[in-house]
């Protein structure tokens, strides 16, 4: 392969002839190619033989497996020469240090002893992330309350255990996926951290090897070294809300993964990034949602007048659960249970008013009102609530479409209000 230069520094990436997979990673010039020569252990580096370049020194299960991690490592190691050149420091720990005895793996930072956190964030009032998510969550003020206590005070933590694991419970359509995807938003809101968010439909990983898909696929597998959904997200950015959405279809081996990181707040990679194998998810917030069994559980907990006790609902809901698809160590792993009731009409009417404007921003329409009686005119349509309020919005866009779309035609961007007028709903232009 011909010789790749990056910061005054030439690497050359063969595969490694004493290590079958795995890639070797020359050193052929650079600003102190002669001394680097003389002296590799100094910088990082081996050689074989007096007449062979130096190459960049890891440990046997530390070598890069593809082109691309090769590479990255290469440029991540050029980067800390020209680092350590500036502030005239000795070789940097990582791609600059002495590796590990062949055949043994690379130590792994102890998470539980302090590995690097990310940025502190400004401390989370409960209070106001609970407002934040009640703007947009109606109908469960118990759940939210809730939700806003467990992650303001897993935010106040600098160094914690493990992630946050909530579990979301309740029939379908009454606000799970929302509020998780809402706390993500008003966690970044409210701290001053960018928290990601990561949804993982668990419909879509009822096959053994999704797993891969989530952490990747190991070495000699299709698929080694192209990423992961779960894994990948997680070292981007350790603040990251992940919903597994219908936890109980996944497949065994998903909860398998799930157990190590809910514990002790690492998740184990079959890629290795600068040295390490696993992720560090302490700072993540898990989020489960299901309604396996959820109509029993909400109504027993509302029959017994228990839905503002958090020790009964947890005891509710790991009894119920533990005679379900939910292998009891998962279940054991919860840190709170989060119940979801159902919604009544008033709500209803508050969500698909709220629908509604949404839908008028998907037509490029900013809706600054919207009629109670619009509102009426297409629940009038729908049917029970067995399903939640999901098929309300899927009902307004039908009835509404035609509207926002000539209305776009016309002059996109535009303000308005959505008004009933002869028994048809109509758009009229709002000043401003």
Not at 56 to 80: C, H, M, N, Q, Y
Request: contains cysteine.
């Amino acid at each position: 392969m011909s010789v790749e230069i990056y910061e005054g520094y030439g690497f050359r990436y063969v595969h490694d002839p004493e290590t079958p997979g795995r890639i070797r990673i020359y050193l052929e010039q650079g600003p102190n190619h002669a001394d680097m020569a003389a002296n590799p252990e100094r910088f990082g580096l081996e050689r074989c033989g007096t007449r062979a370049p130096p190459f960049l020194a890891f440990g046997v299960r530390d070598k890069p497996g593809t082109i691309t991690d090769a590479k990255r490592r290469a440029r991540s190691w050029a980067a800390s020469q020209r680092g350590e050149a500036h502030e005239g420091a000795g070789p940097r720990a990582g791609a600059g240090s002495r590796p590990p005895p062949p055949g043994e793996r690379a130590r792994v930072p102890d998470l539980g002893d302090g590995g690097p956190p990310p940025p502190a964030v400004v401390g989370v009032d409960a209070g106001r992330l609970g407002s934040c998510l009640l703007a947009r969550v109606r109908g469960q003020d118990r759940a939210v309350a809730a939700i806003a206590d467990e992650a303001a005070r897993h935010t106040a933590k600098t160094q914690p255990r493990r992630p946050l694991s909530l579990f979301m419970i309740g029939t379908t359509g009454v606000g799970k996926t929302l509020a998780a995807r809402c706390l993500a938003e008003a966690l970044s809101a409210e701290s001053g951290a960018g928290y990601g968010w990561l949804r993982l439909d668990m419909c879509e990983y009822q096959e053994r090897h999704r797993v891969s898909q989530l952490l990747g696929a190991p070495q000699g597998y299709i698929g080694h070294g192209d990423g992961a959904q779960l894994t990948d997200a997680l070292r981007r950015n350790p603040r990251t809300v992940v919903l597994f959405d219908e936890i109980e279809k996944a497949h065994p081996d998903i909860f398998r993964t799930l157990m190590n990181a809910m514990d002790v707040g690492r998740l184990s990679s079959p890629t290795v990034r600068d040295g390490n194998w696993e992720i560090d998810c302490r700072h993540a917030l898990f989020c489960f949602t299901s309604n396996i069994d959820a109509g029993a559980i909400i109504g027993t907990l509302a029959q017994q007048g228990v839905l503002d006790d958090p020790k009964a609902i947890d005891a509710q809901c790991r009894s119920r659960l533990r005679s379900s698809s939910l292998p009891a160590e998962l279940v054991g792993r919860i840190t709170r249970f989060i119940p979801f009731v159902p919604i009544t009409d008033d709500i209803r009417a508050e969500v698909a008013a709220l629908g509604i404007q949404e839908l008028g921003r998907e037509y490029g329409l900013t809706v600054t009102r919207v009629a109670p009686d619009v509102t009426g005119f297409v629940l009038s349509e729908a049917g029970d609530t067995l399903f939640g309020v999901r098929p309300d919005e899927y009902l307004a866009d039908r009835l509404l479409g035609p509207v926002f779309a000539a209305a776009a035609r016309i002059r996109p961007g535009r303000r308005v209000a959505i008004v009933m007028k002869d028994g048809t709903p109509r758009v009229l232009d709002v000043p401003g």
